[in-house]
């Protein structure tokens, strides 16, 4: 099993992320990723500044590795993106709390269950899933789905 940190400030307990993720990895060097909770302004400038849309969204992801998606992340592929654990790190997902709150409402479930749906999501992304055409969609749905229902995080969560 892939060893997995994620790095988070914040009082989230991020455990059940790295053991879902941790199972569903193979790579021969430990990973680290780092999940940050912001208000709508930091989601908003980042968002225009990262991406050039000056509007608030509810989760953004600065993947650090390419051309990982399905394959074995390996240490001798990333000699200079070691930290300095030395492990190797995935990047960054932001969540925007405000909005995860508004969507949480606004789907009929708990804030728990968008909090980790949105980080899920994000660390998707740092793995090279991506939703650009109905495929792809599907494939990063699928992946979201099933590290969700291993967490025990069901859509009717409350």
Same mark, same amino acid.
């Given at each position: 099993?892939?060893?997995?940190?994620?790095?988070?400030?914040?009082?989230?307990?991020?455990?059940?992320?790295?053991?879902?993720?941790?199972?569903?990895?193979?790579?021969?060097?430990?990973?680290?990723?780092?999940?940050?909770?912001?208000?709508?302004?930091?989601?908003?400038?980042?968002?225009?500044?990262?991406?050039?849309?000056?509007?608030?969204?509810?989760?953004?992801?600065?993947?650090?590795?390419?051309?990982?998606?399905?394959?074995?992340?390996?240490?001798?592929?990333?000699?200079?993106?070691?930290?300095?654990?030395?492990? @190797?790190?995935?990047?960054?997902?932001?969540?925007?709390? !405000?909005? +995860?709150?508004?969507? %949480? /409402? #606004?789907?009929?479930?708990?804030?728990?269950?968008?909090?980790?749906?949105?980080?899920?999501?994000?660390?998707?992304?740092? @793995?090279?899933?991506?939703?650009?055409?109905?495929?792809? !969609?599907? +494939?990063?749905?699928? %992946? /979201? #789905?099933?590290?969700?229902?291993?967490?025990?995080?069901?859509?009717?969560?409350?």
């Amino acid at each position: 099993m892939t060893e997995l940190t994620i790095e988070c400030e914040e009082d989230f307990d991020v455990s059940p992320i790295e053991k879902a993720f941790a199972a569903r990895i193979s790579s021969n060097v430990p990973l680290a990723a780092e999940l940050i909770f912001t208000d709508e302004e930091g989601i908003r400038s980042l968002n225009a500044r990262e991406r050039g849309k000056d509007a608030v969204t509810d989760v953004l992801s600065f993947p650090n590795l390419s051309g990982i998606f399905r394959k074995e992340i390996r240490k001798e592929d990333f000699p200079y993106d070691l930290d300095e654990e030395e492990h @190797l790190f995935l990047g960054s997902v932001v969540i925007c709390r !405000k909005r +995860a709150e508004e969507q %949480a /409402e #606004e789907y009929g479930h708990s804030l728990k269950r968008e909090l980790y749906y949105l980080a899920v999501h994000g660390l998707c992304h740092l @793995l090279g899933y991506d939703h650009e055409n109905d495929a792809d !969609k599907s +494939a990063m749905r699928e %992946a /979201e #789905e099933s590290a969700l229902a291993e967490m025990g995080i069901g859509r009717e969560e409350q």
